[in-house]
C-alpha cells in the first residue's frame, strides 16, 4: 500500500484527487485505486475517490474496479451533461453542475460534477470546478456519526455542498437587479442599462438550467424505491430539496422582476423622450419669437414709426428680452424646461 | 412548578413567550419547558408552547422533550425558509410566512412562524413577527369545544390566523392598483408612476411566494393519510385552503392587470408623445408664417409698392396677426393646441 | 300550517323568499321553515328553501332542521366565497357567483349564490342577485317529469340558469372587442380607447374568475363519487360543463385577442406619430424655403442686378410659390401630407 | 319502400339529404327514415343517415328509432357546440367544427357537425356546411372491405374528411403570414399591415378552437374503453389524431411568429421613424444654413467690406450654394438622407 | 442470390440503398427485397433494409414481406409527418426529422426518416436527407458486439445519429445570437437586425417542432411496455433521451434570450432616437442664435450704435461665433453631440 504523499504526487497526471477507505465513520486508509480491491474485503468499509479531469485509463480503472456501466462512464468523460439522475443496477449516477461568480462579480462560470454511488463506495468526478470541493470531505470526516451511514450520506454532503454555492450567486444576481433598478428609476439608464439587463436574463436562465433539474433529482432520492439511499439518510435529501426549490423560486422571481423590469425601462425611455421634445420646443420658441420681431423691425416699409423712435432699438430688444424672458417663465412653470 | 409570573419574566433572555397544559379544552397549567415531562403523564393533556426567536438552548430543550428531527431545528433556528409541510414520524413541522404591510402602506415586511405539531404538544416559533400573533391564544380559549379538539385544532387556528392577517394586504395593493389607473388614465402619470407599477409588482411576486405554497400545504392536511390531523379537523383545513386559492386568484388577477397596465401607460406615454409633437408643430407654424412675411418686406428690390403705402406697414403686421390667427383657429378646431 | 301569504309576507324581513315541499314533481305545500319538520315525515317529499341574503337566525334555523355543517353555514352568512363544491357527510355545499352587466352595458356587477344540497332537500342563498333566479322555479314545475329527479335535478336546473346568465354578457364584451377594433384600426383611437382596452381586460379577468372554477365543479358532479346526484341526472351536468368549458374558451380568446388589440395599438400609434412627423417636416420645408429666398433678397450687397430688376419682387413672390407648390406637390405625392 | 328519386326530393323540405342501409360493405338499400325499423331486423345491416339543418320532427323521429339521448339531440338542433366527444349507454355523440377559407382567400367561416354513432348506425347533422361532405359516401362506398366494418370506420372517414380541410386552410394561414413578412421586413408596411396581423391572429384562434379539443376527442377514440370503435378501426382514429396534432402545432407555430411579427413591425415601426427624424433634420440643416447666411449679410452694419465688392453677392450665393452641398454630402455619407 | 453490385445499382430506380441480412453482429449477405423471405428462415438473423425515397411498389414489397400496417406504409409513402412512435401488433414504426444548416449556415433544411422495428428486421426509410445517414451502417458494423443485440439497437444508433446532428445546429443558431447580440448591443442594429431576429425565431421553432417529439418517444422506447426493445437496450434509449431533452433546453433557452433580445432591441432602438433627436436640437440651436443675432441687426432702426462701430460688423460675427462655439461646448459637455 503507497503512502498518502505518494497518492498526492499522482494528482497533476493522473486527476486523483483522494481515495480512502472509511470505516464506522473514520478514515481508516488511503489507498492508490488500483487497491480498491483489497480494501472492499473488509465488508463493513466504503471507498471514497475523488476525481479531477481524470485520463480515461483512471476512469476505465475505476469502471472496472466497480463495474460501472459504460454509457455513464462515457459522460463522466465528456462533461457537457444536464444535471440528472440515473439508475443503474446496483448504483446511481448523478451529474450536478457546479456554478461561480466570474471575478469582477459580472458573469458566471459552470462546472460538472459527476458520482458514482454504489452501496459500497461513491466516486466523484469534476469537470472545470476544483475549488469547489475544497472542505467537503474535512466536513464529513468531522462528523463521523453521520459519515457512517455510508455512501448515501456523502452523496447528499456533496449535493448539498454544490446547492449551498448556488445561494451567494442568486444574491449577487438580486443585488445586480437591485443595482438596475437604481438607474433605471433614478433616471441614470442608458445603452448600457439595458445590455445589463439582457446579461443579466442570460446569466439567470444558465443558472436556472443548472438549478431547475435539481428538483426532480432531489425528488427520486427522497422516495422510497431508490435502495441505496438508507431511510434516515433521505430527510437530509428534503432538505437539499428545499433549498432547490427556495433557489428555482428565486430565480424565477428575479427573471419575472426583469422582464418588468426591461418594460418599464422602455417606458421611461419614451418618458424621457417626451421631456426632451417639450425642453427642445421651449428653447425653439425662446429663439423664434425674437427672431421673428426682429424680422419685423428689418422689414422696409416707408412709415414704420419705430423705427424713428429716439428708443426704438432699446424698445425692440427690450422687447424681445421680455418676450424671451415670459416664455422661459411659462415653460418653467409647467416644468418643460 | 413556577408561577404565571416567573415564566413571563423569562420572555425577553430565552425567548418563550407561553407555555401551557391544556386539558378538555381548558388551560389547566403554564409550566416552564423542564417541566413538560411531567405534565405529558396526564395522558388527557396536551402542551402549547409559544416561541419568539428563542435561544438555541431553549428550542434544543424543546427538541429533547418532544423528540423533534434535526434537521426541522435547524430550519427552525435559520429561518429564511419556504413554506412548506414536512412530516416527521410522529410529528409534523410546518413553515409559515407572516406579512405585513409597512408604516404608510407601502412595501411589505416578511417575517416566520415554524410549527412543531404532534400528538400531545403544538410549538410555535416566531422570527420578526412578534405581534403577528397577538390574541391568537385568548381567541383559542374562548372557544374550549373547539379547543378541545387537540394540537391539530390550535395548528389550523394559527394558519387561519396568519391566512387572514394577508387579506387586508392583497386589498391594499388592490388599492394601489387602482390609485395607479387613475394616474394613468387620468393623464397624471409620469416617471414616478412607471417606478410604482414595478413596486406593486415586486410586492406581489413577494407575496406570492408566502401564499402559493400554502395551497399545497393546506392541501395534504386536508387529505386523509396525515393521522396528525383528526378527521373532524379536516373541514377547517379546506376553510383555509378556500382561503389561500382565494387569495391565489386575487393575486394572480392583479398581476395580469399589472402587465396590462404597464403596457397601457406605455401606449398612453406614445400618446401623449404625439399630442405634444401636434402642439408643438402649432406653435411653429403659427410663428413661422408671420416671420416669413417679415422676411419678404425685409427684401430690398427697388419696386415693392406695398413698402410705400401709407399703411403699408399696418397692413404687413395686419396680415401676420391675421394669418397666426387662423392657423391657431385651425389648430384648435383640429384639438392640436 | 301557514298560509302561503303569510310566507310570502315574511320575505322582507326574514330573507325568505319560497319554501315548498315536492312529491311526485309537484309542489304538494308551502310552509313556514319550522315546519319542515312535518313535512319531511312523508317519505316521498323534497323541501326546496330559496332565501335572499337571510337574517343569521333564519339560517341557523335551516342549519338545525337539516344538520348543515358550520363552516358552510358561516360560508353563506358572510359571501365572498369563490365558486366551489364541498362535500360534507350527507350533503353538499354548492357556491356560484351570478353576473350581470351594469346598466349602460359597460361594467360588471357580481352577486353570489350557495347551495345547501341534501338527499331530501336544496335550500339556495342568494346575495345580491334578486333578479337573478327569476322563474326558475316556475320553469322547473313546468317540467314535473324532470322535477321528480329530486334535488339533484334542481341544482342543475340553478346551474344551469345561473350559468345561461353568462353568454350574453361574454358576448357583450365580445362586441365591445368589436368596437375597439374598429377605433383602432379606423384610425379612431385616442387616449380613452387605452382606457378602454384595459377597463375589458379586468372585466373579462372577473367573469373568468367567476366562470372558470364551474369547470372543476361540473367536473365533479359528472362523476361516479357523489351519491346524491341521481346516475340519470349527471349528462344534465355534464351539459353545464359544455356550456362552462365553452365559455371559459370564450374568454380565453378574448384576451388573447385583447393582448394583441393593446399591441396592435401601441404599433399604430406609433405608426400615427411618423405620419404628423412627417407632414410636420411637410409644411416646415414648404415655408423654410420661401423663408430663405427672402432672406436672400434681404442682403444688402451693392450688386444685386435682380434688385433693380422691373418685376424683380414678382420674380420673387412667384419663386417662392413656385417653390412652395412644387414641395406641396411632391409631399402629396408620396402621401405626408 | 320508396325509390331513391323520393327520397331525393325530400332534401330541401325536410333536411333528409341521404339514408341507406349497408351489408357487407355494400349500400343495399335507400330507405326513408320511417322504415329504418324494418331494416335493422336483418342483423348484418347497419344505417348511414346523412342530415342537413333537418326539422325538428325529423331529428325527433331518428331519435326514436335509436333511442338517443335528449340532451344530444338538443345540442344537435341548436348548434353552437364546442367540438367534443359524449358516450351514452349504447350511442357516442361527436361534434365535429367545419371550416372553410371565404372568398378572396381572407377569413375563415365554420360550420358544425353533429354525429351520433351506434352499434348499427350512424347519423351525421350539418349546420353551415353542406359542401363540406361532398364525396364522403362514394369514397366510403368504393372501398367495401373499409366500409364493412360498420359505424366506427364510417365515423373514421367523416373526421378525416374534416380534419382534411383544416390543411388547405393552415397553409392559406401560412401564406398570409408569409406576405405579411414580406410586407413588414420588405419596408412595405403601413396601417393596414397591423389590421392583417391582428386579423391573422383572431383566425387562428377560431381555428384552433376548431381544431384543438379534437386531440383529446381522438385520444378517447384511440382507447380500449369504447366498445362501439373496433379493435381493428383505432389505429385509425391515430391517424387522425396525428393529423390533428401535426395541424395543432401548425398553427401553435403560427400564433408564436405572428407575436414576433407584430413586435418586429413595431420595431421596424420606430427604426423608420427614427430614420424619418434624421432626413428631416438634414434637410432643415440644408435649408437653416443658407438661412443664415442671409441673415448675415442682411444686416446694417456701415463697415461690411463684402458688401461692397464686386462679386460680394455671387461669393455669397455660392457660398450658399457649396455649404448645402457640403451639408448634403455629409447626411448622403452618414445616410441620412 | 444477387451480388453486392446488383443491388447497388438499384438505387437510383428503385430507392433501395441496402439491404442485408445480420447474424451475430455481423452482415451475411447482401440480398435483393424479394429474397428477403429465405433468410429469414436463419433464425439467428434480422435484415436491415436502407431506402431513400423508394418507389410505391418496392415499399409495398417490403410490406408484404413483414407484414406492416397499412396507415404506416402509407405515412412512409407520403412524408409530412410529425416524428412519434407508433405501436402496431408486432413492430414499431418511428418518424423522426433529419435537420440540416443551409449552405452559408443561414436557414434550415429539414428530411424525414421513417422506421419499421420488428423482431427481426429494421427499414428505414428516408425523404430529403440522403447525405443524413452517411457512415452509420458502417459504424454500426465496426461494432459487431453491440450490432449483436439486434434491431432495437439499430434503432438506437439510427436515432442517435440523427440526434447527433441537431447539436451542430443548435450552436450554429446560437451563434447567429451572438452575433445578434454583438450588433444589438455594439450599435450596430438597423433594419435588418428585426429581420435577422425573426428569422432565427422562425428556425429555432422549426427545429423545435423536430426535436420536442423526441422526448416523448424517447421517453417511451425507455420504458417496460415495449417488449421489441430488449432490456439491456434501455438504457441506450434514455442517453437518446438525455441528448433530445438537453436540445430541447437549448433551444427554449434560445428562445427566451431571443425575445429579450428583441424588446432589448427596441429599447435600444428608442434610446437611440432620444439621441436623435438631441444631436439635432444641439445643431438647431447652434445655428438659430447666430440667425437671431443677423435678424437683429438687420433691423432698420434710426439709432443703433453698433451699426456704426468700426469693427461692429466683426463683432456682430464674433459674436454669433462664440455664441455657437459656447453652445457647442455646453452640448458636447452633456454628450448631447
Redesign the interface.
Given at each position: 500500500m503507497r503512502t498518502t504523499a505518494d497518492v498526492r504526487d499522482d494528482v497533476s497526471t493522473t486527476g486523483v484527487i483522494n481515495c480512502a477507505a472509511y470505516a464506522g465513520g473514520q478514515r481508516v486508509a488511503d489507498l492508490p485505486i488500483c487497491d480498491i480491491h483489497e480494501a472492499l474485503e473488509h465488508s463493513d468499509r466504503f471507498i471514497w475517490i475523488g476525481l479531477n479531469e481524470p485520463r480515461e485509463e483512471v476512469l476505465r480503472e475505476v469502471q472496472r474496479e466497480f463495474g460501472l456501466?459504460d454509457?455513464a462512464i462515457e459522460?463522466a468523460l465528456s462533461a457537457h451533461?444536464?444535471p440528472?439522475l440515473?439508475l443503474?443496477e446496483g448504483s446511481l449516477f448523478v451529474v450536478l453542475r457546479t456554478a461561480q461568480l466570474l471575478p469582477g462579480g459580472i458573469g458566471l462560470e459552470f462546472g460538472e460534477t459527476h458520482v458514482f454511488v454504489g452501496d459500497r463506495y461513491i466516486v466523484s468526478v469534476r469537470h472545470g470546478s476544483l475549488k469547489s470541493h475544497v472542505g467537503l470531505r474535512a466536513r464529513c470526516e468531522a462528523a463521523p456519526q453521520l459519515l457512517n451511514k455510508g455512501p448515501g450520506f456523502v452523496l447528499y454532503a456533496l449535493m448539498d455542498f454544490i446547492v449551498d454555492q448556488y445561494l451567494p450567486i442568486v444574491e449577487a444576481l438580486e443585488e445586480q437587479l437591485e443595482t438596475l433598478?437604481e438607474e433605471i428609476?433614478g433616471?441614470r439608464f442608458?445603452?448600457e442599462t439595458?445590455?445589463r439587463?439582457?446579461r443579466l436574463?442570460?446569466d439567470l436562465?444558465?443558472l436556472k438550467?443548472a438549478v431547475s433539474p435539481l428538483v426532480d433529482v432531489c425528488n427520486r432520492l427522497m422516495r422510497y424505491d431508490i435502495s441505496l439511499i438508507p431511510e434516515d439518510t433521505r430527510?437530509?435529501f428534503?432538505?437539499v430539496y428545499?433549498h432547490v426549490?427556495?433557489m428555482n423560486?428565486m430565480i424565477d422571481?428575479l427573471r419575472?422582476?426583469l422582464?418588468?423590469?426591461?418594460?418599464?425601462?422602455?417606458?421611461?425611455?419614451?418618458?424621457?423622450?417626451?421631456e426632451?421634445?417639450?425642453?427642445?420646443?421651449a428653447?425653439?420658441?425662446i429663439?423664434?419669437?425674437?427672431?421673428?420681431i426682429?424680422?419685423?423691425?428689418?422689414?422696409?416699409?416707408?412709415?414704420?414709426p419705430?423705427?424713428?423712435?429716439?428708443?426704438?432699438?432699446l424698445y425692440?430688444?427690450g422687447m424681445?428680452g421680455l418676450v424671451s424672458i415670459g416664455l422661459y417663465g411659462i415653460f418653467k412653470g409647467r416644468r418643460w424646461i
Open positions: 456501466h454509457l459522460d451533461q444536464r440528472k440515473e443503474y433598478e428609476f433616471e442608458d445603452r439595458t445590455a439587463i439582457y436574463k442570460r436562465l444558465a438550467r430527510p437530509y428534503r432538505d428545499d426549490v427556495r423560486e422571481n419575472e422582476l422582464t418588468t423590469a426591461l418594460e418599464a425601462n422602455l417606458s421611461l425611455i419614451s418618458v424621457s423622450q417626451t426632451h421634445t417639450k425642453r427642445l420646443a428653447w425653439a420658441a429663439i423664434a419669437v425674437p427672431t421673428m426682429a424680422g419685423i423691425y428689418g422689414m422696409n416699409f416707408d412709415a414704420m419705430e423705427l424713428h423712435w429716439r428708443f426704438g432699438y425692440a430688444i424681445m
